[in-house]
């Protein structure tokens, strides 16, 4: 089955500083790519997502590429503030409504 | 719309009891998941349904059995609880037409004593 792998565990970063988190899949039939924001005691929420037939897309300060041949994608949060400081959760799926094969987790913290 | 309703907040169990984690959505989706959640492990599958009537397993089923009789609940039960159930559970609905969005519910945090 697919296997999600994210990187960091953890990421520090200077208020508007840039952070960039990676992830790479396994099954090349994945097709849908949707990050996740996760705040302390909260629910996890969509915060962007790309499917397989665009390679970069962008809402505000939030972006994320993807890279078929390689099988990576990656989410840039720019500009960052301290309401950045959150679990971020990559995932792959080969449907865009089917199963969800998430990452660990990067927890980040932005520091004033 | 109250989107994704889960009850209870918070439970306590004791090995070998059973119980239901109650799971809601009124937003007429089709696809229904739940999830748990273990620190430093993201979020792993334990069942999903496609629609009313139709269930199957995800990556972590064993324990776990759910059923889907309308297209608003999909309860979870724990046949016979064990201190390794102890997690946070989610449940999600997915938006089947443009978006996509997999919604979430609040959660239930369950301790296994």
């Known amino acids: 089955g697919e296997n999600v792998e994210q990187h960091p565990s953890t990421l520090s970063v200077q208020e508007g500083d840039s952070a960039v988190i990676k992830c790479t899949y396994s099954d090349s039939a994945s097709n849908y790519f949707p990050w996740y924001k996760q705040e302390l005691g909260k629910r996890p929420q969509l915060i962007i997502d790309?499917?397989?037939?665009?390679g970069e897309k962008k809402d505000q300060r939030i972006a994320v590429t993807l890279n078929k041949t390689a099988k990576h994608f990656s989410l840039h949060i720019t500009e960052t503030q301290p309401e950045d400081s959150a679990v971020y959760f990559c995932?792959?799926?080969?449907?865009?409504?089917?199963?969800?094969?998430f990452g660990a987790g990067t927890q980040v913290v932005v520091t004033p | 719309n109250a989107g994704v309703t889960q009850t209870p907040k918070f439970q306590v169990l004791k090995t070998g009891q059973s119980m239901t984690l109650q799971c809601a959505q009124d937003m007429n989706h089709e696809y229904m998941s739940w999830y748990r959640q273990d620190p430093g492990m993201g979020l792993r599958l334990i069942h999903y349904?496609?629609?009313?009537?139709?269930?199957d397993q995800g990556e972590v089923p064993n324990g776990y059995n759910v059923s889907r009789s309308t297209t608003e609940d999909f309860p979870l039960r724990l046949l016979s609880a064990a201190p390794s159930q102890t997690s946070v559970y989610f449940c999600?609905?997915?938006?089947?037409?443009?978006?996509?969005?997999?919604?979430f519910g609040p959660g239930t945090r369950l301790t296994v004593t």
């Open positions: 790309i499917r397989s037939n665009v």
């Open positions: 999600a609905s997915t938006d089947t037409g443009l978006a996509y969005e997999q919604y």
């Open positions: 995932a792959a799926s080969k449907d865009s409504w089917g199963k969800l094969q």
């Open positions: 349904s496609v629609g009313a009537g139709i269930t």
